[in-house]
């Protein structure tokens, strides 16, 4: 649904950055839903505002800022659709750098796709990972681009990344990469990605 794919870019900013342009397809918000909490109500509203304002001929430029406690409530409370295997997401961010914690049970996120290659038998069982990634938008562009993937703490080598991706996320998410580039919907202008927030601007 077009006037949610502000979600794409909010989710992948806040999100393990592999799934960038996999968020695309979502539930329909439900604000004021009493099972949900007040931060994913307040991501709801905050969604549909951004989606209603890019509709208009003249957006509103007022800056929609999103914290990292909405999005991580967005996307454990069923506002995205996650990857199977993937629970427990948590976001944190510094300007221009946002970290990641989820829950990956590989086994079950692998499962259509078998594979021999050795350096891919990093990514089974189920484990704590932490993403690592710079993100930035500007001029109606956004960028992301992972530094890091860490599993229990152990660091995983940028090629070991590259086969995963190329692997299991390609087929599916063809335009996913460690570097991902792709025009923000909703006349999102600028992303600006500070302490714990990302800031939305219109134009």
Known sequence: MKSLRIVRFTASILF??????SLSSQTKPQPGTRNHSAAY???AQKLDRIARNGQQARPDPTPTRITAE???AWMNEGGVKLPAGVDQVRFRSQPGVVTANARIDFDKFTASRA???PLLSLFSGVHQV???AGAAGANGQASISVQTLTIDGVQVPRMAMELFV???LKPKYPNVGLDTRFRMPSRVDTAIVGRD???LTQR
């Open 166 to 168: 190329d692997h299991y």
């Open 16 to 21: 393990l950055a592999l799934f960038a342009v």
């Open 70 to 72: 909405e999005a991580s």
């Open 130 to 132: 932490v993403v690592v």
């Open 115 to 117: 594979s021999y290659n």
């Open 197 to 199: 927030e990302v800031t």
């Open 41 to 43: 109500n307040s991501m």
